[in-house]
């Protein structure tokens, strides 16, 4: 750390020609969180930009207005600067038809999408990191998309009416699956 803070001090020492821009430099490397507290200001000394944050990210490429929606309000409210910060996603009964766009947030472990009018599932596959997944009380008709998914360990396909209900020997054993009535056996 001692070694990394000279270099830094070095490079940035040609910069600041007064004792007291050195030492603001200095007290904002040595002080860990102040970036992160300001992380909304662009820092500048003697006329030089030492830290600009980055921009809020923007959600583009998701077809669904609703889920747009959501996820736009979802990323605000963690400060998300890339699609991959978001890790948790609860867009229920948010009037959501379509998934198209989601496969861009990678990251997302968990997901609760109940009492939507989703059907199609085909691009939750790509979300290798999910764990968990609320699809109850949706318009979902084949579950086997979801069922493929290594890392998925809990599913909630409940209150789906028109589900085909998956053979038995379709469902890892790893997987807790809530199935609607009518695949109950």
């Known amino acids: 750390m001692i070694d990394f803070l000279r270099r830094v001090n070095s490079y940035y020492m040609k910069l600041f020609e007064t004792e007291s821009a050195r030492a603001l430099l200095i007290a904002l490397l040595m002080s860990g969180t102040s970036c992160a507290e300001l992380g909304q200001y662009d820092i500048t000394v003697n006329n030089v930009t030492v830290y600009e944050p980055s921009a809020p990210y923007t959600v583009s490429g998701v077809k669904d207005s609703a889920l747009t929606a959501c996820l736009t309000q979802s990323l605000l409210d963690i400060d998300a600067r890339m699609p991959t910060d978001l890790?948790?996603?609860n867009c229920s009964d948010a009037g959501i038809q379509s998934l198209a766009?989601?496969?861009?947030f990678t990251q997302i472990q968990s997901m609760e999408l109940s009492s939507n009018d989703i059907r199609n599932l085909l691009v939750l596959e790509r979300l290798t990191a999910l764990n968990q997944l609320w699809l109850d009380n949706n318009d979902v008709v084949d579950p086997i998309p979801v069922l493929r998914m290594i890392a998925l360990k809990e599913l909630n396909l409940a209150g789906n009416p028109r589900l085909q209900?998956?053979?038995p020997e379709d469902v890892p054993r790893h997987l807790s699956l809530n199935l609607p009535?009518?695949?109950?056996?």
């Open 181 to 185: 009535n009518h695949c109950k056996r």
């Open 165 to 167: 209900c998956p053979d």
């Open 101 to 104: 766009g989601l496969e861009q």
């Open 87 to 89: 890790v948790s996603l």
